[in-house]
């Protein structure tokens, strides 16, 4: 059986359960736990997935002159991608201008990003040994070392070709751990999708139906407008929904999941597998986007906060608020890297923060459906990775083609 198979009946049977199923704190607490552990074994091979793919593909990409073009490439799409849907979230708010939701009078300490010299610290510790052995919730420190010994492989290929060989050995035993593990991943989506409904039954979402309308309608008009037409008229003129059918599974996982280093690993085999994306192209980009590509999460916090300021003005949104928010969106959705769960809460908290003027505790308004924020974020991550690696990979000519009916 396909594993988008396995995934799709996996999200089914978790939605019937997580609508019936008594939403109690012991139901809760218990689910939570499971949800927390199956998120965890999921992601129990990515770290070193990541590292020895990265490590590889940058030596296999120096090897063939193509570092500059491939990276070059990858960076651009994640600005460019950023930029876009962050438009794409700003124009929709503007246009629909969603109702105002009632100012709660609750308060709470806000989620902040690390500071700068914080990230710098931890991606460069004193010791290089300690980029191996974090803490599992930072993927950056291990994907700047692999790329940096990647790209210091070749200097002398009689000395440097037994490391390698290892290397490239352990990159394929992890990527055969991690394919048993997204194999039978649609035992745990029963998990996730059970929690993730149960905990929106906690809240009233009534007062947030028109933004989660919105949502709705940008993710659907980026994944079947946006990026088909981009994929139809930067590469071959192709069936440009191809891309889409190879990644179901990811993209559901991502959704339910709200974890994009969760969805990581299960892009590592689509996009293989599926999508045939090379190692070297896909190991940049799944890793970097990862880390600073949350496109789809800076469109829902850009969207979210303006909704915030909607609701705290009796003014329309002005041509510079909506300016600064682009700008402020695109940056801080760079840093999100360190809060891989809470992406959406973590940069609209923080956009609030250096906004200031009154509604420095103004997510809150948003706390009810915050994991329906994170998700569509996620999802419309994962899809823009996928895409850019398809991209990528066609424009360089090294993406081999794989049979609709061969799709995993």
Request: positive net charge; contains cysteine.
């Amino acid at each position: 059986m396909k594993i988008w198979i396995k995934i799709l009946v996996g999200s089914i049977l978790g939605i019937l359960l997580g609508l019936f199923l008594p939403t109690g704190p012991k139901s809760m607490e218990v689910l939570s736990f499971l949800s927390r552990f199956f998120i965890q074994i999921g992601r129990y091979v990515l770290f070193p997935l990541v590292f020895f793919s990265l490590a590889v593909g940058t030596f296999q990409l120096k090897r063939e002159r193509m570092i500059l073009p491939a990276y070059a490439r990858i960076v651009l799409y994640l600005l460019a991608s950023c930029l876009i849907l962050v438009v794409v979230g700003i124009v929709s708010v503007l246009i629909f201008s969603p109702q105002r939701i009632p100012i709660p009078a609750a308060q709470e300490s806000a989620i902040r990003l690390p500071g700068l010299r914080e990230t710098l610290l931890e991606i460069f510790p004193s010791n290089l040994f300690q980029a191996l052995v974090g803490s599992g919730q930072v993927l950056i420190p291990l994907a700047v070392l692999a790329f940096i010994l990647g790209a210091n492989l070749n200097f002398d290929p009689r000395l440097t070709s037994p490391v390698v060989e290892l290397f490239d050995s352990l990159n394929r035993i992890f990527y055969h751990i991690n394919s048993l593990v997204c194999e039978l991943f649609g035992f745990a989506m029963i998990v996730l999708c059970a929690y993730f409904l149960m905990t929106l039954r906690q809240y009233e979402l009534r007062l947030f139906r028109q933004i989660l309308v919105i949502l709705t309608i940008d993710a659907a008009l980026v994944v079947f407008a946006v990026y088909p037409l981009l994929l139809y008229f930067l590469c071959d003129r192709e069936n440009p929904y191809k891309w889409l059918y190879a990644l179901i599974a990811p993209a559901a996982v991502g959704f339910f999941s709200g974890d994009p280093y969760l969805a990581a690993t299960l892009l590592a085999k689509h996009g293989y597998e599926n999508l045939g994306v090379p190692r070297r192209i896909g190991s940049g980009v799944y890793s970097l986007f990862a880390v600073f590509g949350r496109a789809g999460t800076a469109m829902v916090s850009a969207a979210g906060f303006l909704l915030v300021l909607k609701s705290y003005s009796t003014l329309e949104v002005s041509f510079l608020q909506a300016l600064w928010t682009i700008l402020f969106t695109v940056l801080i959705s760079l840093a999100l890297g360190s809060v891989p769960g809470l992406g959406a809460y973590v940069a609209i908290s923080t956009l609030c923060g250096l906004y200031g003027r009154g509604i420095q505790e103004g997510y809150l308004i948003l706390k009810p459906i915050v994991p329906l924020l994170v998700s569509f974020g996620v999802f419309l991550d994962v899809l823009s990775s996928g895409f850019t690696s398809l991209l990528v990979a066609r424009q360089l000519k090294v993406r081999r083609e794989v049979d609709i009916y061969d799709f995993v």
